[in-house]
Structure formats: C-alpha cells, structure tokens
C-alpha cells in the first residue's frame, strides 16, 4: 500500500479522541512547527538561489550564449519543477499544522509524523536526482565557451582517452569526490534541520503509548 492509499484509508477512517498529556501536546507542536520555521527557512534560500542562476548568465563576467544558454535554462527549469514537486509536500504540512484537530489525537499526530516522513523522503530523493543538473549547470557557467570543448572531448572519448588519458582521470576523479562531497552535504542538511525533529517527534510517539 502506497501513501496516497494510506491516506485514503485515514480520511475514511473516523477519529477517536484520545486524551493526550498536555505535556506532549505541547512537545509535539513544538517540534511540528521546528520541522516548518527549517522548511520556510530553506526554501527563501531556495528562491534566492533560482533568482541566482537565472540572472548570473546575464551577467558579462559569465555570458553564455548558442545551445548551451538553451541547455542551461532547461536545466533550471528542472530545478524549479522538482523544487515545486517537495516544497508543496511540505507547505500542505504547514497548512495541515494550523487546523485546529491535528494535535487532539494519537492517529492524528501519527498521520503528521508519516506526512513529514514522506516529504522528508521526497526531498531526499529530489536532491539525489538534481546532483547532476547541479553539476552540469555549474561546469556550463564556470566552463562557457570553453564547455563545448570539454563536450566534445567525452563525446570522443576513446580519442581523447588515447590522447590525453590524464585529462579524463582527472575530470573523473573530480566529479566522484564533488558528487560524494554534495551526497554528505545533503544527508547532513537533512539530519540537521529535519531527520533530528523527525526522530524526536517518533520517540515522542512512542511515549504515547505509556
């Protein structure tokens, strides 16, 4: 059963209300709205860096012009979309905060922590999937012109292997440690602005049942 199937089944399910210690009632909201302000506070980085790279091939220093202005746009265009896809996961979760009935049951909190679970999931498997994209648009406007020289060299790679085998070593080497480098970066980001409230809000969960 996947989640959307999930949630059919508990907006069909009645509600019971269950006494919960206001102790973590109180916990739990503090640690809902923790998990919210990290969200909020990303996703203004977040605009701000589109903002960022939709200008900065305006700007002389870092011009790019022919087929790969076309390419570069596109590859923002990817951001934006997969940026759009989790950040309106989490912004259903604010929304779902705010209603008066999430914090006055068990299942309800449960339903919050599985809603934050999965977005934290998709946001994960969103920066996997953009590490490319974040690469590729990096080597276009570091690269400009020079880029459809380095293009073309892999697309002849036995060529310039057979020519140049230390260039290829090298432009490997750098891009497994850059990949791996963001890989660490970003499982750090998640732990701290979301996998620690995470965490906390289960253990909470599980108090529940005492």
Not at 159 to 182: N, R, S
Request: one cysteine or more; aromatic letters at 18%.
């Amino acid at each position: 059963m996947n989640f959307d199937e999930l949630q059919k089944k508990w907006d069909n399910q009645p509600e019971k209300d269950i006494n919960i210690k206001p102790e973590y009632l109180t916990k739990s909201k503090s640690l809902a709205e923790k998990i919210i302000k990290s969200f909020k506070r990303e996703a203004i980085f977040w605009l701000v860096s589109i903002v960022f790279i939709l200008i900065v091939p305006l700007m002389e220093s870092s011009q790019i012009h022919g087929v790969l202005s076309l390419i570069y746009y596109f590859l923002v265009c990817q951001f934006i979309v997969f940026g759009l896809y989790y950040y309106r996961r989490f912004y259903t979760i604010s929304k779902m905060i705010k209603q008066p009935n999430t914090f006055n049951s068990r299942e309800s909190i449960i339903r919050l922590y599985y809603e934050f679970h999965f977005a934290i999931e998709t946001y994960r498997s969103s920066i996997y999937i953009l590490l490319p994209t974040a690469i590729a648009l990096f080597v276009i406007t570091a690269g400009k012109d020079k880029t459809y020289d380095l293009v073309d060299k892999f697309y002849h790679f036995k060529e310039t292997f057979q020519a140049d085998p230390a260039f290829i070593y090298t432009v490997l080497i750098i891009g497994v440690i850059t990949i791996i480098g963001l890989i660490l970066l970003s499982e750090w980001i998640i732990k701290k602005f979301y996998g620690r409230y995470l965490k906390q809000l289960k253990e909470l969960m599980d108090e529940f049942e005492d």
